[in-house]
Every structure is written in structure tokens, then in C-alpha cells.
């Protein structure tokens, strides 16, 4: 079985802090995909980054990066110097062949990240 | 333009109602899904359809009934509201690369808030 844990259900920080959001995943299969994504206010769901299972290097996209280990099955998302704009609810998610064409997400259940001015 | 949509954005109604939640795609994908977000904001496939063919049915009460008229649709018909079905619904599409191991990303519409009274 597949199973993501984010185990920050909530942070808050100052703006202008660096932020970092856990996800350890477990699954079986060799062949696999990382995601996040991020739910602001207004509630709909952005893509942010994938990975697949090997690939390892880590990757920076502005203030964002991700660390990807796969020895210790994680993936965490870093913020660096937090903006308001960056309070949302962030997933990260799993995802892994379901047969037939179709793969399926399994998200952890998101941390509530709070930057306060 | 809007690359995954779904109508009505909210839907308000009674318990013992029949109701349909409409999904479309302009991206050429070949998957779609559908995704049930509880009031603690947590996320769970609910269907995946590939090529109009349905791949996934998790636990899923048989009052949910997808439809896919053709690959840029995915409906979903839910017969007998019941106020446990008091959720954000979300569609989201994805092209899969068959036989390749390849999965490329969900993209999800902007959620239909459904409340049953």
C-alpha cells in the first residue's frame, strides 16, 4: 500500500523566515512519482514539482527547493525567505501505476502553512 | 484559457437529491479523475477514467456514478444525497505514456463545493 505522511499539520512563520514542510512516503514499487502542491485560500490545487523515483537531484525553482532522499524516503519542501502569498495548505503526494493507464495520487493530508507580516 | 474546468463551482442542495458535477479538459489528455476533499482537507481518488474506460473505483458508494461521453469529459452523477457527501469534488486530467513507466502530472480543476442540507 501506498502511504504519504506529512506530519506538520500547521507552521507558522514570520515573513522573510525559511520554512521547511516534511513528507516521508512509503511504496513498494521501484518505479514511482513525487509531487506538491499547493492549495491557497481561494482552494483550488497548483501543481508546483514533480520527481520520478530516479532521479535524486535536488531541485531549486526561485524560493522554492526540494530535497529528495531517497534512502530515507523523503521529500521535503523548503521555502526560502516566506512570503504572505505563500500561506496555503501544501501537499505532497504519491503517485504510482494502477494498472491500464492510470496512475493514482495518494496525498498526505497537508500542512497548514501560516506567514504572518 | 482554463485547462481543466468544472461547473457549477458550488452546489447547494437537499438530501435525497440526484445531482451531476461536470468536468472538462482542453489539454489532449487521455486520463481523468475525479477526487473527494473532506472537510479536514483531506484528498482520496475517487474514479480514473483512461481513454473513456474506467480504470479506478475505490470505495466509493454506488450512488456515485462517473460518465465520460468522450476523452475531454468526465461527469459525475450522484444519485440520493446524503450529508455525509458535504465535500469539495475535484476533477483533474493527466496524459499517461503507455507501456513506458512515464506518468506526466495531474492538473485539477478549481473544485465544486458541495453542500447537502
Known amino acids: 500500500a501506498q502511504k504519504v505522511t506529512q506530519a506538520q499539520t500547521e507552521i507558522s512563520v514570520v515573513e522573510k523566515e525559511d520554512v521547511t514542510l516534511d513528507c516521508v512516503y512509503e511504496?513498494?514499487?521501484?518505479?514511482?512519482?513525487l509531487f506538491w502542491y499547493k492549495q491557497p485560500p481561494s482552494g483550488e490545487l497548483v501543481f508546483l514539482i514533480r520527481?520520478?523515483?530516479?532521479?535524486?537531484q535536488n531541485e531549486i525553482s526561485g524560493r522554492y527547493s526540494w530535497n529528495f532522499q531517497k534512502s530515507t524516503s523523503s521529500f521535503n519542501f523548503t521555502i526560502t525567505a516566506s512570503q504572505v502569498v505563500d500561506s496555503a495548505v501544501y501537499f505532497c503526494?504519491?503517485?504510482?501505476?494502477?494498472?491500464?493507464?492510470?496512475?493514482?495520487?495518494?496525498f498526505g493530508k497537508g500542512t497548514k502553512l501560516s506567514v504572518i507580516p | 484559457d482554463t485547462a481543466v474546468s468544472q461547473t457549477p463551482k458550488y452546489l447547494v442542495t437537499q438530501m435525497g437529491n440526484d445531482k451531476s458535477i461536470k468536468c472538462e479538459q482542453n489539454?489532449?489528455?487521455?486520463?481523468m479523475y475525479w477526487y473527494k476533499q473532506d472537510s479536514k482537507k483531506f484528498l482520496k481518488i475517487m474514479f480514473s477514467?483512461?481513454?473513456?474506460?474506467?480504470?479506478i473505483n475505490e470505495t466509493v458508494p454506488n450512488r456515485f456514478s462517473p460518465k465520460s461521453p468522450d476523452k475531454a469529459h468526465l461527469n459525475l452523477h450522484i444519485n440520493s444525497l446524503e450529508l455525509g457527501d458535504s465535500a469539495v469534488y475535484f476533477c483533474?486530467?493527466?496524459?499517461?505514456?503507455?507501456?513506458?513507466?512515464?506518468?506526466?502530472?495531474?492538473?485539477f480543476g478549481p473544485g465544486t463545493r458541495l453542500t447537502v442540507l
Open positions: 520527481r520520478n523515483s530516479f532521479d535524486e
Open positions: 511504496t513498494r514499487d521501484t518505479t514511482y512519482y
Open positions: 503526494a504519491l503517485s504510482t501505476h494502477s494498472g491500464a493507464g492510470s496512475y493514482q495520487l495518494t
Open positions: 483533474a486530467s493527466s496524459q499517461v505514456v503507455m507501456d513506458s513507466g512515464m506518468t506526466d502530472t495531474q492538473y
Open positions: 477514467y483512461n481513454n473513456k474506460e474506467l480504470i
Open positions: 489539454l489532449g489528455h487521455d486520463t
